[in-house]
């Protein structure tokens, strides 16, 4: 049975607001990233996924987190598993050879959009 308010966007007493952000960010998978902010300060890695939706990234052995689980088909053992957890976007810099650099998107003669850090000018991944 459907609830009064349920077909109207007025939110029911149990849901939960979703923010729906269409931001179009320059962070690819198989970037290397610094943390910027928070516990990881400091420490570089590999994006491994980029979830557009919520605005957060995967980044390889940055941000980890204990998983208690039970035993299953894949997993027989159960136990303590220990995996990288999402960090928001704003809190990574991109980085080109040793170094935190901001980057652009610029559309070119041809038609293509490519990234480029902006104080060199440099193309990225083309």
């Known amino acids: 049975m459907r609830k009064r308010n349920e077909g109207l966007g007025f939110r029911t007493k149990g849901a939960k607001r979703v923010r729906k952000m269409k931001m179009n ?45 039970r035993p299953s088909q894949k997993n027989q053992q159960g136990g303590i598993v220990e995996r990288e957890a999402p960090i928001h976007i704003s809190n990574v810099g991109f980085v080109v050879g040793d170094q935190k650099v901001k980057i652009g998107r610029k559309k070119l003669a041809d038609g293509r959009r490519v990234r480029y850090v902006k104080s060199t000018g440099e193309m990225l991944g083309q």
């Open 25 to 69: 960010h320059l962070i690819r998978k198989g970037d290397l990233v610094e943390v910027i902010s928070g516990d990881d300060k400091g420490k570089r890695g590999k994006v491994l996924r980029v979830m557009t939706e919520s605005t957060r990234i995967i980044v390889e052995k940055v941000n980890f987190i204990k998983r208690h689980t």
